[in-house]
């Protein structure tokens, strides 16, 4: 699976939440406005760029940058550690991550986000014979909560779980909430700056002691991270406290994008 966001898109995006103009990065790479502008919407690099420059000029790590200029990606995880989870991608012009697990033995599940049809979860629960107990929601971002409705008609006893203060208040994630789906353990942490409600879910307690799994939704992807135009500190503030305090191998499941890990995204994401 390709980055979600490509090497242009790593710049545009940084260089908005930093605020540096157009001709000002320019500058700092050695490029003109319009070859600045040219690289950031198609990605593809421009030799003779000063990329330790323009990363200082707008907030990202000019080694890590480099790196990704020169193609880096994560390397692939095999999701069969965690034989219990499964990446449902979903496609409307712009392609979302959801994600299912369940306890193996229960076969009592819970959904992470929708994404934009329900079609591809209500197969995977028919097909594993499963009881879809919960859907806890990352942020209410159209592309993550598309197919809620159908959701809800089609598992009407799922109980919904969001991050947003004006959600009914059987719905709102608590600090300290501790939940149990078979011996699964669930817990949450407020990530918001991408969106205001956003909210990260780790799942522990796997079998074979395979390391704890986080869906960010969009607060972080390989090599990069939501948008956060007016809120980019407070984004990446959320990041380092809330997803990097994680153990190392702890595998990030993004709402866009391939999966990652803490340890990679440490060593590898430019915005850190």
């Known amino acids: 699976m390709n980055l979600e966001d490509h090497f242009g898109d790593i ?9 540096v103009s157009p001709e000002k990065a320019a500058q700092a790479a050695g490029l003109t406005t319009e070859q600045l502008e040219a690289l950031e919407a198609s990605g593809s690099p421009i030799n003779a760029t000063n ?28 999701l069969g550690t ?3 989870l499964r990446c449902i991608t979903t496609d409307e012009g712009m392609a979302v991550n959801s994600y299912l697990i369940w306890d193996e033995v229960s076969r009592e599940a819970a ?7 329900a079609e591809p979860v209500q197969g995977l629960i028919a097909e594993n014979q499963l009881q879809l107990r919960h859907v806890f929601i990352t942020h209410t971002h159209e592309d993550h909560v598309a197919a809620l409705a159908d959701i809800r008609q089609a598992f009407p006893k799922a109980r919904l779980h969001f991050g947003s203060k004006t959600a009914p208040v059987d719905q709102r994630n608590r600090a300290n909430d501790f939940i149990h789906l ?4 669930l817990t949450n942490r407020d990530t918001p700056g991408h969106a205001e409600d956003g909210v990260t879910y780790i799942i522990g307690n796997w079998p074979d002691d395979a390391p704890n799994v986080v869906v960010v939704g969009d607060a972080i992807f390989a090599g990069s991270m ?23 191998a702890t595998l990030i499941c993004p709402g866009h994008g391939p999966v990652t890990t803490v340890e990679v995204e440490k060593a590898n994401n430019p915005f850190f």
């Open 11 to 19: 710049i545009r995006k940084a260089r908005s939440m930093s605020g």
């Open 51 to 78: 990329y330790r420059a323009l990363a200082t000029a707008i907030g990202l790590d000019g080694a890590k940058l480099e790196a990704i200029a020169k193609g880096w990606t994560p390397a692939p995880k095999d």
């Open 82 to 84: 965690w034989r219990e």
């Open 111 to 117: 959904l992470f986000d929708t994404g934009w049809h």
């Open 182 to 185: 078979g011996s699964l353990r």
């Open 226 to 248: 939501g948008g956060a135009r007016d809120q980019a500190e407070l984004a990446k503030r959320k990041i380092r406290e809330q997803i990097f305090s994680l153990p190392a």
